[in-house]
């Protein structure tokens, strides 16, 4: 249950940061999590697509790296994407 609200926090986090940089196409997203967590590229961008089609589809990759951090803390490394016009 821990991953799943950890997931949700990641996403809100995302999809936050898309409107305030005004992102209509998220790109590139790279995550840090704890080594315990089975938090995972697939899990991830299934959340985000069932969040919003328009921002995050095929052309948004993803990578979540493992580290040595608190197991219900998320790192957002990176953040990258198209922007509107």
């Known amino acids: 249950m821990q991953n799943k609200n950890l997931i949700k ?5 995302v999809i936050e940061l898309c409107r305030m940089n005004s992102l209509t196409k998220l790109t590139k997203l790279v995550v ?3 080594h315990t967590s089975n938090v995972n590229e697939e899990k991830l961008i299934h959340r985000l697509r069932h969040s919003n089609k328009k921002i995050f589809g095929s052309w948004t990759h993803i990578k979540v790296l493992k580290d040595d951090i608190e197991e219900s803390t998320a790192i957002l490394q ?8």
């Open 9 to 13: 926090k990641i996403s809100d986090e």
């Open 32 to 34: 840090t999590v704890s």
């Open 78 to 85: 990176a953040l990258e994407g198209e922007k509107a016009i």
